[in-house]
DNA sequence: ATGAAAGCGCTAACAA
DNA sequence: TTGTTAGCGCTTTCAT
């Protein structure tokens, strides 16, 4: 039989609620009283039952984690940040997949959030008007999302794109693709907003191809209309779709970068190990893991006790955080760029070969922005 | 406020007791009251509190994953699988990293054991002892290890090195590196034993280096080694080191796969795309998280509801699963093997190049083996 | 500083 | 078939 706090009282010879505040509130009790239900406690294995406790209080000290798709190698970073600083915190973590399905995800959120404090949607797929009513449910912080009055950490994608055209642009190109990502992905408008933004500024033309499944696959099936199209350079939402596109290219006999220049989003492990290199713009996926976490658990805290049990949000006049985070990105310069047909002339934007002094933007450097809304 | 059983029971004026049936024993409420009570539940949004049912069932209905390291790219299959199969089962997932890391393991599983109905241990790092001891205190399955009298799903990675090294020996090599795992790794012990045997079989000289840290690193390190060591082939513990090794290889000049055939274990997705694509022995990593999770819920199901709580297993006289399921491997022949100086001698085991006949072992055929101890 | 008592939301005998 | 009652392990007033 498990142990519980009775045992422990009967051991040390005190009532069950001295042993409880022993836990929960140690400075109402005696140093020596503590000391004995301490080593009782130790003695006998005590571990605090966090269902009775959460019962009560209404904190259950876990918080869940919402993924589109694990097997993405974009979110193992993420959710190991994730878990390690909600761990140092003292909360466990619950993992869903949703396998990229917005009903899967309603689902399970509904299913999560009375075992949760509050649940983190990374990359989310439903509805905006879903997960604004989600959030009267449970906490709520979105990552990858931008939502009118919800706590958000982004990924500055867009500045990210400005930084891969402007180093295209730099390197003599002049016509370049964008392939998209999913139809009504935040990330994916924001990169086409800036990247088209600094063609413009460029003097080049962007062409847009898609959108495509964030996928391998995504890119090789669009190698085809990039060699058409006559572009000398490439970049796509994401770095599974660049690799896929770099394959695709090999296929048709197209080399990169020597006739055609691409460049990915995320610097997924992955991409320092392809046959050529990726240049990349790099995501702070890690850090907005634990930017996340802190945020949920923030909101948590701030709380009054008063508005217990999930849902907590719900009660009027709580104050809630809707700061929205923005982590910076950097744009990583491998081997699948180099110099296109306009190279030489203008400004010398391109970068040397090798791990050059591309933009260094501290990803535990944040830079807080006045929330304004976006659809979808 | 969340809405509770009492709500819903003043609602569709009945006994909570009898709202409590609807839910967990339906067939015991007169069907008439049963549909009023579900569309009253389903009006109010009522959904149970797990937490209290919890503490008076002794069942969480959630179980804990314990996880080397989610960023290794080999376990996010695993936990995507059993997740998806855990949920299917009603039954919910914390996820919890070690970092590799013993002591972080063993103090997560305490952590973790009284909030879940039992644990799945990925690849632990503890000592054979301790988890024997933690199994006394809460239901386990062990991945990747093999311990008397406990639960096991194996990866017949013997097997799957057994084919590796056949098939070196058939494309013609007779000097054959082995870059070996982390210390006190069950795999890589069997990856060692069956490769060492297979080699002898097959008339070649088996090299062995390492330990290796389980990584890319690991293998750029080994490759001045590799080189010097004058062998035509090697195997790695896994694509990680695999694909480090063919790094570094290539760093000296050296020719993947003329000069150096490589195979590693795991069949990753990042081996599909690296060049050139790796040779390589896929363990079946979706149907282990499946397989671990079905047995810990079977063992689960077993339990008596006289045990309840958690270390359940402790009680006299119950009888536990101890099956140990061995998953077939299978080699994937891909770019980074090819002939060597022996070739078109001896019988021709050389497959021929793309994705030859090579052994299909389907993952979904388990073999369940009597379970004999392997220290460590 | 400690004890007594109530009760969080739910299930499980037992009665009716 | 339904209601009554007790209580899971814990925290939290309220007394003392």
């Known amino acids: 039989m498990p142990v519980t706090i009775r045992d422990v009282a009967r051991a040390s010879g005190v009532h069950i609620s001295t042993v409880s505040r022993t836990f929960s509130a140690p400075h109402l009790v005696n140093p020596e009283t503590r000391v004995r239900v301490l080593a009782c406690a130790e003695d006998l294995g005590y571990r605090p039952n966090r269902a009775a406790r959460a019962l009560i209080t209404g904190r259950t000290h876990n918080i869940g984690l919402i993924i589109a798709d694990i097997a993405n190698p974009f979110f193992p970073p993420l959710i190991k940040a994730a878990e390690s600083q909600a761990r140092s915190r003292d909360y466990h973590v619950f993992v869903a997949d ?10 399970l959120v509904h299913a999560l959030a009375k075992q949760v404090d509050g649940l983190l949607l990374c990359s989310p797929r439903m ?21 009118t009055g919800l706590p958000c ?10 930084l891969a055209v402007d ?22 408008r924001e990169i086409r907003r800036s990247a088209a ?13 898609g959108p495509n499944p964030p ?28 690799i896929g596109l770099i394959e695709g290219l090999d296929a048709l006999g197209v080399d990169v970068p020597r006739q055609v220049s691409v460049v ?5 492990t992955l991409s320092r190990l392809t046959r050529p290199k990726l240049t990349t713009v790099a995501t702070p996926t890690a850090a907005a893991g634990r930017t996340a976490v802190d945020m949920l658990l923030q909101q948590d805290t701030d709380l009054p006790r008063a508005a217990r049990g999930s849902g907590a949000g719900a009660a009027v006049g709580v104050r809630r955080t809707t700061a929205q985070v923005m982590l910076q990105t950097e744009l990583v310069i491998r081997d699948s760029t180099g110099p296109g047909p306009h190279a030489g002339r203008g400004r010398s934007g391109a970068a040397p070969a090798g791990p050059g002094p591309h933009r260094r933007a501290d990803p535990g450097d ?6 304004s809304d976006v659809a979808s």
Chains 1, 2 share one sequence.
């Open 98 to 107: 949703t396998n990229e399905d917005p009903s899967a995800e309603e689902e």
């Open 127 to 147: 509805s905006n008007s879903l997960i604004e009513q989600l959030s009267r449910e449970v906490p709520l912080v979105v990552v990858n999302r931008q939502l």
């Open 153 to 162: 950490v982004l990924m500055d994608v867009g500045q990210g794109a400005r």
């Open 167 to 188: 180093h295209l642009v730099g390197l003599g190109h002049r016509q370049i693709a964008l392939l998209g990502g999913p139809r009504g992905s935040w990330t994916n």
């Open 197 to 209: 933004a600094a063609a413009r500024a460029g003097g080049a033309e962007l062409t847009v191809l």
């Open 215 to 242: 996928t391998e696959h995504g890119g090789i099936a669009q190698a085809e209309h990039v060699r058409r199209s006559g572009v000398t350079a490439a970049l796509a939402y994401n770095d599974l779709m660049a």
């Open 264 to 268: 990915g989003v995320d610097d997924i």
């Open 366 to 371: 944040p830079v807080t922005v006045a929330g």
